[in-house]
T-cell receptor, first 116, second 116 residues
Framework: AQSVAQPEDQVNVAEGNPLTVKCTYS??????LFWYVQYPNRGLQFLLK??????LVKGSYGFEAEFNKSQTSFHLKKPSALVSDSALYFC??????????????FGQGTTLQVKP | KAGVTQTPRYLIKTRGQQVTLSCSPI?????VSWYQQTPGQGLQFLFE???????NKGNFPGRFSGRQFSNSRSEMNVSTLELGDSALYLC???????????????FGEGSRLTVL
């Protein structure tokens, strides 16, 4: 069965410092991996995805993620954090055997707190 | 292009009542998925509809149901409400494969249901 783990409930960083939000996954077959961000009382916004190709994926708002097949990880990174990056971050893997499905399996979420 | 629209945004019901939530996908999107978000269980997949047919279903009781109309709009219904049904219900739309599908889901702002 597909699953996703985000080992940290909260990550605290200072503004201007690099940030990493961790994610590991377990899938059957090739993984379709995603990162979403959620601001308070809002829906989820897509940040980036990995389906195939380069292991380093670039996304919205300066975020990037590194796919590591041997470690089954897909960590979210940003070179320089902003206070406005403070939000709830979700890692997800597509839940179906086919890539063509709207079923995502989400991690529990990691709250990112960026302090000025 | 308008995003995913969910109505109502907030509602309060009492135990035993039923509720219907509505979702209008992005124009041209034919797949609609529903998710329940709670502090304890996180984001959980409810069901997915494509071309008016349920394509995937999560592990929820039969009190949770949905449907999709010919214009791709979708509704979900929860009957005999329980306190534990209090949650943010998120709708997401996407394109099917073969239609420039980039893989990600586009989420609405959600409908926050409170059951008293």
């Amino acid at each position: 069965a597909q699953s996703v783990a985000q080992p940290e409930d909260q990550v605290n960083v200072a503004e201007g410092n690099p940030l990493t939000v961790k994610c590991t996954y377990s899938v059957s077959g090739n993984p379709y991996l995603f990162w979403y961000v959620q601001y308070p009382n809002r829906g989820l916004q897509f940040l980036l995805k990995y389906i195939t190709g380069d292991n380093l994926v670039k996304g919205s708002y300066g975020f990037e993620a590194e796919f590591n097949k041997s470690q089954t990880s897909f960590h979210l990174k940003k070179p320089s954090a902003l206070v406005s990056d403070s939000a709830l971050y979700f890692c997800a893997v597509r839940g179906g055997l086919s890539g063509n499905t709207g079923k995502l399996i989400f991690g529990q979420g990691t709250t990112l707190q960026v302090k000025p | 292009k308008a995003g995913v629209t969910q109505t109502p945004r907030y509602l309060i019901k009492t135990r035993g009542q039923q509720v219907t939530l509505s979702c209008s996908p992005i124009s041209g999107h034919r797949s609609v998925s529903w998710y329940q978000q709670t502090p304890g269980q996180g984001l959980q997949f409810l069901f997915e509809y494509f071309s008016e047919t349920q394509r995937n279903k999560g592990n929820f009781p039969g009190r949770f149901s949905g449907r999709q109309f010919s214009n791709s709009r979708s509704e979900m219904n929860v009957s005999t409400l329980e306190l534990g049904d209090s949650a943010l219900y998120l709708c997401a739309s996407s394109l099917p494969r073969g239609h420039s599908n980039t893989g990600e889901l586009f989420f609405g702002e959600g409908s926050r249901l409170t059951v008293l």
